[in-house]
């Protein structure tokens, strides 16, 4: 499957040390079962150019917390956590599990154009957009920001050091 061979050739441990600083890097892997019951769940967002996948967002649903062990400490740190002063457990939220963009295709609006058509798609069942972003993958944090996220908490946990983001639909 094309999402699957992007995101191993994005992979942390696929990329140079110089390109994990200045291209980014995914940190999960999915496997194909997965993605067919995340998009039996929710839509995923794919970007293709003359008919191959050169970008992708995932929608994470949040029932499937338990398949994805880098995750878990991340929807751990979800319970109870506050935004604008209230718990965002009360709200309907989706969990982003993933973007990412072929080298190829960065600083071409890709990643916004994937980000637009999620927002746009799920702001009728979902008040907002929950995800994580390594704080050693700059380039991820920043194009985060420029599409509206901000920081809810930042946090270490054994595989790397987290910001939970989360963009209001």
């Known amino acids: ?14 990329v140079s040390k110089e390109e994990v600083k200045s291209d980014g890097f ?3 892997v999915h496997n194909l079962e997965l993605l067919k019951i995340m998009s039996k769940l929710e839509p995923q ?3 293709k150019h003359k008919g191959d996948v050169v970008g992708y967002a995932l929608s994470m649903h949040s029932s499937l917390s338990e ?20 718990v965002l457990q009360a709200h309907n939220y989706l969990t982003m599990g993933q973007v990412c963009v072929a080298k190829a295709y960065r ?24 995800t994580e972003v390594s ?9 985060h ?11 270490k946990d054994e595989t790397d050091h ?7 639909l």
């Open 1 to 14: 499957m094309a999402i699957l061979k992007l995101q191993k050739s994005n992979l942390k441990t696929s």
């Open 26 to 28: 995914v940190t999960v």
């Open 45 to 47: 967002f794919i970007a």
């Open 67 to 86: 398949n994805v062990p880098v995750l878990q400490p991340m929807f751990y740190k979800m319970n109870g956590l506050k935004y604008k002063g209230q």
């Open 107 to 130: 600083g071409k609006n890709v990643f916004s154009n994937l980000y637009e058509n999620m927002f746009n798609t799920m702001r009728s069942k979902y008040q907002f957009i929950v």
């Open 135 to 143: 704080l050693n993958n700059t380039r991820s944090i920043r194009a």
């Open 145 to 155: 920001q420029k599409v509206g996220f901000e920081e809810l908490l930042n946090y």
């Open 162 to 168: 987290w910001s939970l983001i989360i963009k209001a």
